[in-house]
């Protein structure tokens, strides 16, 4: 079942900060996420596991929240680049490993 | 390193025309591959994942199907196009695990006429 990821959109200046959430009505075991800019492949960003882990990359972070099935990607001090379509991805606890995206959020810093 | 590689970058192609993507990584054996298909402003729907060999699943039933016939190489196919087609169509793999994260190629831009 997809993930349900919200807000649908942001728009913030440089410097702000963001969150974007990532809500599964099933069991998890992991959650994926991605960024892809416009008429590129997503790239990877990080994978978070079931025991609520939180992992940071430079300043985006994220946490996943085993109990309440969701995961939050923060965005700190943000960047021009940091423009662009952010894709979580699910993984629930069954034994095939492939993963089910949201629908992305369009995120998009301005100077 | 792992490299994918995924061909041709864009197509026009006819409504019932047939349609071969193909996609290879090298750098790895016996990765998971995956078809994905983005329609303008949707999300990543997977259409086809492949754990080895000969073995597809498929997961959207449609006119689009899907052969892996050597380890890093993995085809999408189709014998005559529908205008819903036309996407972006990106082929990924990993390792299969549960820490292993997808790593896509660069797409193919298709537009069906």
């Known amino acids: 079942q997809q993930p349900v990821q919200s807000p649908q959109a942001v728009i913030l200046r440089e410097g702000e900060d963001a969150v974007i959430n990532c809500s599964s009505s099933k069991a998890l075991y992991s959650v994926h996420w991605y960024r892809q800019k416009h008429g590129e492949a997503p790239v990877f960003l990080m994978i978070?596991?079931?025991?609520?882990e939180q992992k940071g990359h430079e300043k985006i972070s994220a946490s996943f929240n085993e109990k309440k099935q969701q995961s939050s990607l923060y965005l700190t001090a943000s960047q021009l680049s940091y423009s662009g379509t952010y894709f979580c991805g699910t993984q629930d606890t069954g034994a095939n490993s492939k993963l089910t995206f949201g629908k992305g959020i369009t995120l998009s810093v301005r100077p | 390193s792992q490299t994918i590689h995924q061909w041709p970058a864009t197509l026009v192609q006819p409504v019932g025309s047939p349609l071969s993507l193909e996609c290879t990584v090298e750098g790895t054996s016996n990765p998971n591959l995956y078809w994905y298909r983005q329609a303008a402003g949707r999300g990543l729907q997977l259409l086809f994942y492949s754990v080895g060999i000969g073995q597809i699943s498929s997961e959207v039933p449609q006119n689009l199907s899907a052969s892996r016939p050597q380890d890093r190489q993995f085809i999408l196919s189709s014998k005559k196009l529908l205008l819903s087609d036309s996407g972006f169509y990106l082929c990924?793999?990993?390792?299969?695990?549960?820490?292993?994260?997808?790593?896509f190629g660069n797409g193919t831009r298709l537009t069906v006429t």
């Open positions: 978070l596991l079931k025991g609520g």
């Open positions: 990924a793999w990993s390792l299969g695990n549960y820490n292993s994260p997808l790593h």
